[in-house]
């Protein structure tokens, strides 16, 4: 079983109509690893549509908000906007944490980011029920962080060209039925 919170199953209610081509990045509460700054400036190198919501309790938050309007093409929301993004995102990038049962319920494709040792079973098993696209570990990754930011980057473009069948998992993820198994 997994929480998933009011006002989450109020957005499956709202049914919003269709997903947009936006990344959304949403690492958690504190993103203690200042991942969000990083991969938003990544991303949006890219080109990719971004959108960031970075927690209320993340350490320098100010500044974190601060780099992203310096930096990025990011556009910035507020965390208490989250289940209205998971609704009508075309991607999420998300920390492994309860987030992911959410974006399931509201079917939100995902990519997960292992970030601390108690996301792994949440992890293994969004995979293992096909709630997410894939899972890169970024747990103690040091000076490996820039080849993975590469990868996720690579993921991200895969998955929006329709290379790795991004349209089919949504429409699997979003099916009644499935987010009934996550209720």
Known sequence: YAQIRREVREQLRLKQSGR?????????GADIPNLSVRLAKKLSETGVSVRVAIGRH??????RLADLRNHTDAEIFDPEELPYQLSTCGLAVLASGSTVWEAAYLGAPAILLLIADNQELIARSAIKGGYALDVFDYRGSGNKAVQKNEDLCAAVHRFSAGEDCWAEPAREIGSISVASKII
Not at 58 to 63: S, V
Request: charged share 20%.
């Open 58 to 63: 993340a350490l320098n938050r100010n500044r």
């Open 20 to 28: 947009t081509d936006s990344v959304l990045l949403s690492l958690g």
